[in-house]
């Protein structure tokens, strides 16, 4: 009776265990959904990793903005073409790092938008936008990655993936985003 007990109590504990490690990227997915509706800067910080999202975005954004510069003709067909595509990535990166802000994230989450890096403020998510236009998508990528896809139901064509990074068995943080989710 006393084995029984025992093993009882420890299939309860690792339960427990595995329950809230499964549970934990939503847990700081709903955390970071909530500061950026309230706009809490402080909250957003503790909850994102800025430097490998900044490093994400800028690896984003020159991918596609190299897929769009082989498309164009006119710059194909211009002598300075290639110029353009060697400082892009420059100019770029600078850009980001100016719009990679706890005001940009919240932004990106009310929004389900990536911040425009050709604008240098990025705008504060706007109080008149109903959140329920938002559609959320939650699911593991990997052991270690957790993605919420938000999509605006106006824009179901555009998605925006932001990615929670693991930081030790049950912390998580924003580490990622993708923008070049297939159909």
């Known amino acids: 009776m006393k084995k029984k007990l025992v093993l009882g ?5 690792a339960a427990c265990i ?22 809490d800067v402080a ?19 020159n991918a596609e903005l190299i897929t769009r510069m082989r498309r164009d003709p006119r710059i194909q ?15 770029l990166e600078g850009a980001v790092d100016t719009v990679v802000t706890p ?15 050709t604008r240098p403020d990025p705008p504060e998510p706007d109080d008149a936008r109903d ?10 990528r990997s052991l270690n990655a957790f993605a919420v896809t938000l999509t605006d139901r106006d824009q179901p ?11 030790g068995l049950f912390a998580w943080k924003l580490a990622a985003v993708d923008l070049t989710l297939a159909d």
Not at 9 to 13: E, I, L, Q
Not at 18 to 39: D, E, F, N, S, Y
């Open 9 to 13: 109590a420890a299939m309860a504990v």
């Open 103 to 117: 005001q940009g994230v919240a932004m990106m989450v009310t929004t389900a938008e990536a911040p425009d890096p």
């Open 43 to 61: 909250r957003i910080e503790q909850l994102v990793d800025f430097p490998a999202l900044r490093a994400s975005m800028k690896d984003e954004l």
């Open 131 to 140: 959140s329920s236009d938002i559609h959320q998508a939650w699911g593991y």
């Open 18 to 39: 595995v329950l809230a490690w499964g549970a934990a990227p939503i847990l700081t997915a709903q955390a970071l959904i909530k500061a950026a509706k309230a706009r």
């Open 77 to 91: 067909d211009n002598n300075l073409g290639g110029l353009a595509m060697m400082l892009a990535p420059s100019l």
């Open 157 to 167: 064509d555009q998605r925006l993936a932001l990615i929670l990074e693991r930081r």
